[in-house]
């Protein structure tokens, strides 16, 4: 596929380095505002890569731990199982609903501010969530104030990394996105482990401290490099003109529907329907999690190197689809194991190219922060029903989880179609051509 049309033409005459095209038809040019020669590596530009698994420990791997939190207040509270995913889908809701407003801040130069301001509100909603004992208090903490912090936090690092890169653009934001695999190991299993020795309020307050500890670190390592665009409107609207563009919101809309299902609830699953211990349900959410971190800097890879970002997205949200219709099989421990290794390693692949394949779209690197938030800002929704959705069919269904898997995997299968369908948007039905 390499030897293929590459959508990403040479520079040229008429373009200058660090441009980037992804039409097939004539080059287009950007305005000279946004014209840029990025460094494309050194130790500056991976160091922000490094800010950025910081900050994606705190803002993904944090709410991916909510199936460690779901058993403890299904346990101690004593409610329903679409009631209590409320709290987490409210908080993902609020991680992705409020990327348009923290994407233009930092777009507009506010960066560490921004960083600043989220990474405060993690933090003390994690340790008030350490002193709820009702469900009213926990979603207040939990799902509202630690959710708005994680929707201010995220953009700013993943617009300064975008700015630093061009052809290893991909690799970088993947490589980056493995922190949502780190974060998501390191806080479940804080929880998770602490709570019989020092008790759940404590086990909170220790995870509050590692993300305190994270953000420092971010906000220190962090150095925007574009001169902001202080300018422009909170939505472009124009941008909703845009066929590619359309389709890439309505596949990243679907794939996030049905996305957090598989966090929430296997280790539900592997307790209620395969028996599992609680202690041992929770070490396959830890596996899950744990194999998304290599496949996302792989994937990243493959797409610069071979593919195309939006090729290989397509590609793996399809595997992603097919592996959730493969669990409705898993009966026994052995399959919950290998379940889970195969679903880490294929949600980290199509997760780790979800950022990547919209920087391939979007000509003009100052507009990152903006036009992601915009896609974030609408996948809030879908998220925010995703969870509720498939508990209220496990309710519906007395407990039994079958066809909760079928709406999640026709969904994910839909939603690579979609995002096959913006490639051809972009570059019309040509099998071989990278994008």
């Given amino acids: 596929m390499a030897s293929g049309i590459d959508v990403e033409k040479a520079p040229s005459t008429s373009q200058r380095p660090g441009d980037v095209s992804v039409s097939s038809g004539a080059e287009a040019e950007l305005p000279a505002e946004a014209q840029f020669k990025p460094p494309d590596g050194g130790f500056e530009a991976w160091s922000q890569?490094?800010?950025?698994?910081?900050?994606?420990?705190?803002?993904?791997?944090?709410?991916?731990t909510f199936g460690v939190y779901q058993l403890h207040y299904r346990d101690t509270l004593k409610l329903p199982e679409s009631q209590i995913s409320w709290i987490g889908s409210v908080q993902v809701f609020?991680?992705?609903?409020?990327?348009?407003?923290?994407?233009?801040?930092?777009?507009?130069?506010?960066?560490?501010?921004?960083?600043?301001?989220?990474?405060?509100?993690?933090?003390?909603?994690?340790?008030?969530?350490?002193?709820?004992?009702?469900y009213w208090q926990i979603f207040l903490a939990q799902g509202l104030c630690t959710g708005i912090g994680l929707g201010i936090v995220f953009m700013p690092p993943l617009s300064v990394i975008n700015s630093y890169f061009v052809t290893k653009r991909s690799s970088a934001l993947a490589i980056s996105a493995t922190g949502t695999g780190l974060g998501s190991v390191v806080f479940p299993a804080t929880i998770q482990y602490l709570i019989p020795k020092v008790g759940f309020p404590w086990a909170v307050r220790v995870a509050a401290f590692v993300a305190l500890f994270i953000?420092?670190?971010?906000v220190l390592t962090l150095k925007p490099r574009l001169k902001p665009r202080t300018a422009g409107p909170l939505i472009e609207w124009d941008a909703f003109k845009e066929g590619p563009y359309l389709l890439y919101m309505l596949g990243a809309f679907l794939f996030f529907w049905a996305l957090y299902f598989g966090f929430f609830y296997i280790n539900a699953y592997a307790r209620n329907v395969i028996h599992f211990s609680t202690t041992d349900s929770v070490q396959l959410l830890l596996?899950?999690?744990g194999m998304s971190i290599p496949s996302r800097p792989v994937a990243g890879y493959m797409a610069d190197r071979y593919?195309?970002?939006?090729?290989?997205?397509?590609?793996?949200?399809f595997i992603l689809g097919g592996l959730i219709f493969a669990w409705i099989g898993v009966t026994t421990r052995t399959g919950m194991y290998v379940f889970s290794v195969f679903f880490g390693l294929a949600n980290g692949a199509a997760q780790g190219l979800y950022a990547g394949s919209l920087a391939s779209l979007t000509k003009d690197p100052r507009k990152m922060g903006t036009r992601f938030g915009m896609v974030c800002t609408i996948v809030a929704f879908a998220s925010l029903a995703g969870p509720p959705t498939?508990?209220?069919?496990?309710?519906?269904?007395?407990?039994?989880?079958?066809?909760?898997?079928?709406?999640?995997?026709?969904?994910?299968?839909l939603a690579s179609l979609v995002i096959a369908g913006t490639r051809c948007a972009v570059t019309g039905f040509k099998l071989r051509v990278k994008i």
């Fill in 49 to 64: 890569v490094v800010a950025g698994i910081f900050i994606n420990m705190m803002a993904w791997g944090y709410p991916s």
């Fill in 94 to 134: 609020l991680a992705f609903a409020l990327c348009a407003f923290s994407g233009r801040l930092a777009d507009a130069g506010y960066v560490k501010s921004t960083t600043i301001a989220g990474s405060f509100l993690v933090v003390f909603g994690t340790f008030m969530t350490s002193l709820c004992t009702e």
């Fill in 215 to 218: 953000s420092a670190l971010a």
């Fill in 287 to 289: 596996i899950t999690n």
């Fill in 307 to 317: 593919f195309g970002p939006i090729n290989l997205y397509a590609f793996h949200t």
């Fill in 390 to 413: 498939a508990g209220a069919i496990i309710d519906k269904s007395g407990g039994r989880y079958l066809w909760a898997q079928v709406w999640a995997g026709l969904v994910i299968v």
